[in-house]
Nanobody
Framework: QVQLVESGGRLVQAGGSLRLSCAAS????????LGWFRQTPGKEREFVAA?????????YYGDSMKGRFTISRDNAKNTAYLQMNSLKPEDTAVYYC???????????????WGQGTQVTVSS
């Protein structure tokens, strides 16, 4: 498994942009499907986005993120990114990075999780 560390979360005004990073340590980073999730207190963890293994570049998004968020990966740097634009107060959450060797499927189990990074969007 890989170890994941998220960064980039901070306070931002509504309408602003933010890029989160997920740095991975371990071997064969390109063999992992990568995902982003978010969670607010008292709510279930919500799927944000995922990107396929290797360099195929297939991406998946939660409905409320389509058109605003972009997931990407740089296999040479062992890093995944989440570019978030047009941020809304309801995007406020702890954002988690996840990785797994299996291909993406809705509701899949993920083998590795980061500790999360806080994103706060002020109105």
């Amino acid at each position: 498994q890989v170890q994941l560390v998220e960064s980039g979360g901070r306070l931002v005004q509504a309408g602003g942009s933010l890029r989160l990073s997920c740095a991975a340590s371990g071997r064969a980073f390109s063999d992992y499907t990568l995902g982003w999730f978010r969670q607010t207190p008292g709510k279930e963890r919500e799927f944000v986005a995922a990107i396929s293994r290797w360099s195929s570049g297939i991406t998946y998004y939660g409905d409320s993120m389509k058109g605003r968020f972009t997931i990407s990966r740089d296999n040479a740097k062992n890093t995944a990114y989440l570019q978030m634009n047009s941020l809304k107060p309801e995007d406020t959450a702890v954002y988690y990075c996840a990785a797994d060797r299996a291909p993406f499927s809705s509701g899949k189990n993920w083998g590795s999780w980061g500790q999360g990074t806080q994103v706060t969007v002020s109105s």
